[in-house]
């Protein structure tokens, strides 16, 4: 079902009259105006703060879809600058990875430590976890910018807590090569807005993401690199990834595999801020989620699906598996095919 949020307030000389919905003119207010806007944009993403400046105009749009987990936006507004700052983490802690890309209009965002500047047809991708801002101009003689938003559940896309950092606020340029391609098919799905099955949908929303992660990795040097070190834990995520399906799979077992000590093991994963017992843990539930989404001959129950991954019980799986994805494995495929 759409979302669809819409706002509009129009204020002139004291004889006009100002517009917002169904509101009188003496709700109507600088305040009240951007309050508005700014619990729209609260409502369809996160928590943000919002500076349109004083001008006599104000108009704002938010259109929202469901592809799954996926949600797709398209947002319109006049030029403003719109702030997720460490004070308004606190207020939701939403984590998702979101990307935006410039419909008309540009824009200036910032996120760990880097700035960079959009334009039509390039996107950029952001996570609602750290502080961003996004500065929004309209094109010369245009009234209103224009942006779309792809948003994701941070869990549901495959790329490492280590390796965000490094793909956030680069540009990616929407008018020639991969990530041109990737502009154009994000467009499309935007306008096209897809009729599939709700576990197609979801399966096409994880597909999606991997593409975006993949070509942002790509983009931002992650897939290459003659570090030692870096070249030893691709080596290592690549033996996780293989034996997932092995309940013995272990630190320890990753270690020998290698041939280093369990405690050099642990020092590596510990600069990307995670574990190996995490990373283990946190692959192979994505990769049973997937399976739940599967529609197959022969449909796996819950307990293939967790012993298929290394599980070595159902209960545990359960547990896992809700404190990750909010619900249970059941009510998660229930949920997708409903």
Request: charged share 25%; with cysteine; proline share 3%.
């Amino acid at each position: 079902m759409a979302m669809v949020g819409y706002y509009r307030s129009t204020t002139q000389t004291s004889s006009s009259k100002a517009r917002f919905a169904m509101a009188s003119a003496s709700d109507v207010t600088m305040t009240s105006r951007h309050g508005v806007w700014r619990d729209m944009l609260r409502d369809h993403f996160v928590t943000l703060d919002v500076d349109a400046g004083s001008g006599d105009q104000f108009t704002g749009a938010v259109r929202s879809t469901s592809l799954g987990h996926l949600q797709v936006s398209s947002v319109r507004s006049v030029t403003q600058e719109v702030m997720r700052t460490d004070a308004l983490l606190q207020r939701d802690g939403k984590r998702y990875l979101q990307v935006g890309l410039v419909r008309s209009g540009e824009a200036h965002v910032v996120q760990d430590g880097r700035a960079c500047l959009l334009r039509p047809g390039d996107f950029v991708l952001y996570e609602t976890e750290r502080p961003f801002s996004w500065g929004l101009r309209a094109a010369p003689q245009l009234p209103q910018w224009e942006l779309s938003v792809f948003t994701w559940p941070r869990e549901t896309v495959r790329l490492a807590e280590h390796e965000s950092p490094e793909v956030t606020c680069r540009v990616l340029d929407g008018t020639s090569g991969i990530t041109g391609v990737l502009s154009r098919m994000l467009a499309d799905l935007l306008v096209t807005s897809p009729t599939v099955s709700h576990a197609n949908a979801a399966r096409l929303a994880d597909e999606v993401g991997d593409l975006v992660a993949t070509v942002a990795a790509e983009v931002s040097g992650l897939g290459g690199g003659s570090d030692l070190r870096d070249g030893l834990l691709r080596q290592i995520d690549a033996y996780i990834d293989q034996n997932l399906d092995n309940p013995c799979l272990s630190p320890t077992l990753v270690a020998q595999a290698h041939f280093i000590s369990t405690r050099q093991l642990q020092r590596l994963f510990a600069r990307r801020g995670s574990t190996v017992a995490q990373v283990i843990r946190q692959r192979r539930l994505e990769r049973c989620r997937r399976d739940l989404l599967a529609r197959r001959d022969g449909e796996l129950t819950l307990t293939e699906i967790c012993l298929r991954w290394g599980f070595s019980e159902l209960a545990v799986f359960s547990r896992a598996f809700r404190e990750v994805y909010g619900m249970s494995p059941s009510e998660y495929r229930a949920h997708a095919r409903s």
